[in-house]
């Protein structure tokens, strides 16, 4: 399996990964996979909205007729 090397990680980003790791009983690097893997195996938007109503079409709305705006009050 390929390394993965990320630098310049903030000194609070490791911490808050090794106090992740503790309280999971593992270690940095096991929690780091596991949160990149559950960050990618995420659907985004897109991918939801394509399984939802297909890649061409969509969904057709009903739009209301427009009607000319009526003249403001005179409050004068």
Known sequence: MPDLLIPNVSRTTR?????RA?????????????????????PNLADVAA?????????VLDIPPRHPMRQPPDIG
């Open 15 to 19: 911490k808050r990964l090794e106090r």
């Open 51 to 59: 399984r939802l109503f297909g890649l061409k079409g969509g969904v």
């Open 22 to 42: 503790v309280e999971h009983g593992t270690t940095i690097e096991a929690e780091a996979r596991t949160i990149l893997d559950k960050a990618v195996a995420r």
